[in-house]
């Protein structure tokens, strides 16, 4: 089966929902999606040849990062401050060429919103001005849509 460059899904198409009525907020960028295992190697008395792997309880997360265009006015990003407790109701859903959702979606567990920043302001450049929201998770919740 031959696949073309339209078969994918698009890096430049996804929603974010936020809360628990789903409501879209629109984001240029968001990074950090992202799962890692940590681990630790054990090397063995009488066996040289490489060292064990072994999986450390913890895992690590990174954090997600949403940047946005600021808009004039009353944004909602103002009202989310550092230390904001997000529980889960942060979603990425990924979209088609045309606009409609893959069923592929991110969900954060346990957010916290850890940072909140702006842009550097340069009178002499042409760039506007970004908003940037960092938040730490306790993992991401993947779904492929595939059997729901």
């Known amino acids: 089966m031959n696949q073309t460059h339209s078969d994918y899904v698009p890096v ?7 809360g628990e009525n789903n409501g879209k907020v629109c984001f240029s960028r968001i990074s ?15 066996y040289n ?3 064990h792997l072994v999986a450390v309880p913890h895992k690590s997360h990174a954090a997600l ?9 009353n ?6 401050k550092p230390g ?14 045309k606009g409609k959702e893959t069923g592929q979606t991110f969900t954060i567990q346990d957010g916290l919103v ?7 302001l340069d009178a002499m450049g042409r760039e506007i001005l970004i908003e940037k929201l960092e938040i730490m998770h306790e993992g991401i919740q ?7």
């Open 65 to 73: 990062v949403l940047e946005k265009g600021a808009a004039p006015g």
């Open 32 to 46: 950090g999606i992202e799962k890692t295992l940590d681990f630790e190697e054990i090397y063995e008395g009488g």
């Open 75 to 80: 944004s909602w990003v103002n009202k989310i």
């Open 12 to 18: 430049y198409r996804f929603a974010v929902r936020i």
């Open 84 to 97: 904001m407790k997000l529980g889960t109701w942060l979603e990425v859903a990924l979209l088609d060429t």
């Open 142 to 148: 993947y779904s492929n849509g595939v059997g729901q």
């Open 49 to 51: 040849a490489a060292p």
């Open 114 to 120: 850890t940072k909140w920043e702006i842009s550097h």
